[in-house]
């Protein structure tokens, strides 16, 4: 089978859009990019070679070892010069080739590989062995075309080879999984290796080995690098959950189980998943591709929800693992192109864009609406990677001007005198003394081919193939002799199945006959990003079609509205907490005005939200007073944005409790005579915090304490909750309303449980016992065998904190939602924030 099938989506320009950007403008852009670049690199050279990497805002080298540590990042250096090697193949690409021949003269007589050093397989594998590969395939690229390198005779192959005998230790296990670090100069088990005992490694650091093994195989015809990396990759595929056919995040490399259950496409997994492609495209071996398919059907089964890729639990696949994405996923609607399927990669790139448009660059990770979570940004090129192949498959020139904002953005924000630094917070602009080599190996390929013209390249890009760190590996080297006894990647009673195979690429002229198509799958998305982009409401003729369902009537348990919410392309997603999420996905809705009635609703939703959203309150105190406790239990508590304000009460709300009957409290209260004059309990569910609040205080409670129902739940682990209501005026609520999570409201049942009358005091603060017992004798001591819980001392300040910021639900319209399972508002995701459903 021809290696290069799948790579038939990249050729050409398969149709263009309207007015696009004119060949000066490219050619504009394409000399900027290498005026980046030289900026760049010549900083390097200027102020840190031999070292590792640029400092660029102290202007110097990054030596191992003379720098404080930063930890794992760390590992990639191996004071071999590693953004030389880097970039090696990006010279020749850019057209430098006097610069890359002098570069190669530099790396042969500067560098040593036999240093008393601990890496990481990973990194020196793709940017090390990675760039000696690629540099040396652009050596006799230039060398067959008789103008420069003529004096080569292989050298960084020999070095190449030398760097993966180093690095061959590392599979030394039972499983054939490398150890995640190795000593370039003892190996791993050695008395001087200072490695070796380590347990775990990434999915991604034990599959990501494949294609430069293989390559280093078929250049020097030496089977063992290839066998090796053939027997990692056989061993990860046979420890993939059966069930789900996904592969956890990190595994045990001696035992084969997996450490961390949790799925998705980016940090730790993502190139794995990369290599079994190209791993096929470059070796022409089926069964590589066959994986691939397999993988990818469940990838689009559970992971991708378009736009969005959230991970989710190998063993329960419907279940997500958290509510935000890392940044290193934007790699994947690339990987998209190369399989085919367009539609979802402009979806994903599309979210990807508007994230970036929002923050300037993609933050190290952000939620499912679009907020900062991990604020760094360390000029990770994987958006412009995604960019490009998008461009190739489709000609549409909107991504001409995506690449044109990375550059602009990159100039703004990140260009310093001495070359480029990483972004420390991307909300604040803050820098980071920090200039990795990937930026000068993948990003400025990336944006350089996005610009350039076919006939502007020294070589035809369609003939190699991309690795992980855009390092140039020729297809000719599926053709390359290499030895009989690497095996088939065929595993025990596995046969070849043709149904896994799309065996060619579709034809974007017939997934695309209307140039306008992948416009219309952007709006959507880009219109739920930014809320800048208000839409009138569709027309609809008198009596025609029912109206649309409105976010203040939306309730999560009717089956009539979930119905509603199918038709207009809204679906919801379970999540572990016990809340949902809504999550548009406007190409599902059944007709054009439904569409737009979700996308309405969404809006809807934020503006509710946003009306809701009032100044974070801090913690509130429940303090059980009574015997045996005395005060000396403290619970901490989540505040309500409604009823009495405990803070401006001196002496708060004291009272003994009782069980509301319904425990829900989402009907009128049936044991009124009970609750009359106590503090009433209530379970979380079912309906709005008000509503249980106003039905209480009809009883007659004093107060009421609310007790989360998903088990487990602890204020120990979990954020502040703060209870907001319901869209309408609450100024008829004067009772204080408090939240418990699972675990401490557990405390007060078992103390209601054991003693019967159980009094508490609910109070912006724990107070201190003698002012509670007004000059009485203090009691006794707290009760045996409670745990868990704060000791009111002293002043009898409570341990609970506060988040030290609140990020409102509300400032940008988004398509995705989170809710309380029993909710018809929407609910603030964010740590700390409100949850107006119950």
């Known amino acids: 089978m021809p290696t290069i099938l799948l790579l038939l989506t990249l050729l050409g320009v398969l149709y263009s859009h309207g007015h696009g950007m004119s060949r000066e403008e490219k ?3 394409r000399n900027q990019v290498v005026e980046m670049f030289d900026h760049a690199y010549q900083n390097y050279m200027d102020h840190a070679y031999p070292a590792d990497e640029l400092m660029p805002l102290t202007c110097r080298g990054r030596v191992r070892g003379l720098e404080p540590s930063r930890g794992d990042v760390d590992d990639a250096l191996g004071k071999f010069s590693l953004t030389l090697i880097d970039t090696l193949d ?9 610069e890359f021949e002098a570069a190669v003269r530099k790396v042969l007589s500067d560098v040593t590989l036999d240093n008393d050093i601990v890496v990481s397989v990973f990194e020196t594998n793709i940017r090390v062995l990675g760039g000696l590969l690629g540099g040396h395939s652009m050596a006799l690229m230039l060398k067959e075309r008789g103008e420069h390198m003529q004096w080569y005779q292989d050298e960084l192959l020999h070095m190449a080879k030398d760097l993966g005998l180093r690095l061959l230790p590392a599979f030394n296990t039972s499983s054939g999984l490398p150890y995640p670090r190795v000593n370039l100069k003892h190996g791993v088990w050695g008395p001087d290796s200072r490695t070796g005992t380590e347990t775990d490694t990434c999915t991604a650091c034990a599959g990501t080995i494949i294609l430069e093994f293989a390559a280093l195989s ?9 066998a090796h990396a053939r027997r990692a990759m056989d061993f990860l595929w046979e420890k993939r959950q059966r069930n789900s056919n996904l592969v956890g995040t990190t595994i045990n490399i001696h035992s084969g189980e ?5 799925s998705g496409v980016g940090a730790g997994i993502d190139s794995y998943y990369e290599y079994l492609l190209k791993a096929y495209i470059l070796l ?3 069964m590589f591709l066959q994986r691939f398919n397999i993988h990818y059907a469940s990838i689009m089964k559970y992971i991708s929800q378009p736009p969005l890729l959230l991970d989710v639990h190998i063993h329960k696949p419907l279940l997500p693992a958290r509510t935000w994405m890392d940044s290193l996923l934007a790699f994947f609607p690339g990987l998209q192109v190369l399989k085919g399927d367009i539609r979802p990669a402009i979806e994903t790139h599309e979210m990807l864009y508007q994230v970036t448009k929002k923050h300037n660059f993609l933050p190290e990770a952000f939620t499912t609406d679009f907020r900062v979570h991990w604020a760094q940004h360390p000029l990770r090129p994987e958006f412009a990677e995604s960019t490009y192949f998008l461009y190739k498959a489709t000609g549409d020139p909107y991504y001409l001007e995506a690449g044109r904002t990375i550059l602009d953005n990159l100039n703004r924000f990140a260009r310093v005198p001495c070359g480029f630094a990483a972004m420390k917070d991307v909300r604040t602009g803050s820098h980071e003394d920090r200039m990795d080599s990937f930026f000068l190996a993948e990003m400025f390929k990336y944006l350089f081919l996005l610009f350039a013209e076919d006939e502007e390249l020294l070589f035809d890009v369609e003939d190699y193939v991309f690795t992980t760190e855009a390092h140039f590996l020729p297809l000719s080297l599926s ?3 290499h030895s009989s006894s690497i095996p088939l990647n065929k595993t025990s009673n596995e046969e070849l199945d043709d149904s896994n195979f799309d065996w060619t690429c579709p034809n974007t002229r017939l997934l695309f006959p209307d140039p306008a198509f992948p416009r219309n799958l952007r709006e959507p998305i880009r219109s739920a990003v930014d809320r800048s982009c208000p839409r009138p409401a569709p027309y609809r003729e008198p009596g025609m079609g029912r109206p649309p369902l409105r976010a203040q009537d939306f309730m999560a348990n009717n089956p009539e509205h979930l119905e509603l919410l199918r038709r207009m392309g809204v679906s919801l997603i379970h999540l572990k907490d016990g809340r949902v999420q809504l999550v548009q996905h406007p190409s599902q809705a059944v007709s054009t005005v439904a569409a737009e009635d979700g996308v309405r609703f969404m809006q809807e939703m934020m503006e509710l939200s946003s009306q809701q959203q009032k100044e974070q309150l801090p913690p509130r105190a429940i303090q059980i007073v009574s015997h045996p406790f005395f005060g000396r239990v403290v619970l ?3 505040p309500a944005q409604f009823g009495t304000d405990l803070s401006k009460s001196s002496t ?11 425990y829900s409290g989402c009907s009128e209260i049936t044991n009124a005579e009970y609750v009359q004059g106590h503090i009433a309990l209530l379970q979380r569910g079912q309906c709005m915090f008000a509503e249980k609040a106003r039905h209480i205080q009809k009883a007659g409670a004093i107060g009421g304490i609310v007790i989360d129902d998903n088990e487990g739940s602890s204020s120990d682990t979990a954020p502040l909750f703060q209870m907001a209501g319901d869209g309408r005026s609450t100024d008829d609520i004067t009772l204080p309303l408090l939240f418990l999570f699972h675990k401490e409201g557990n405390i007060l049942l078992e103390a209601l449980k054991e003693y019967r009358e159980v009094e508490v005091l609910l109070s912006d603060k724990a107070r201190d016992r003698a002012a509670i017992f007004k000059g009485k004798p203090l009691p006794g001591s707290l009760i045996e065998g409670s745990v868990d819980v704060h000791e009111a001392e002293g002043d009898c300040t409570t341990e609970a904190t506060t988040p030290t910021s609140f990020e409102p639900v509300g400032q940008s319209q988004t398509s995705t939602l989170e809710l309380d399972e029993s909710a018809h508002e929407e609910a603030c995701s964010i740590p700390g924030g409100c949850r107006p459903c119950s």
């Open 258 to 262: 997996w450490v961390r259950r949790d």
């Open 218 to 226: 078929r250049y020097t015809g030496d089977p063992v690098f290839e």
């Open 636 to 638: 901490t508590a989540g």
């Open 652 to 662: 708060g709300v004291r009272g003994f409790v009782t069980i509301a009957e319904p």
């Open 479 to 481: 053709t390359a002799p």
């Open 90 to 98: 990006t010279l020749v690409l850019l057209n430098k080739t006097a």
């Open 27 to 29: 050619r504009k852009f």
């Open 284 to 286: 022409g071996d089926d």
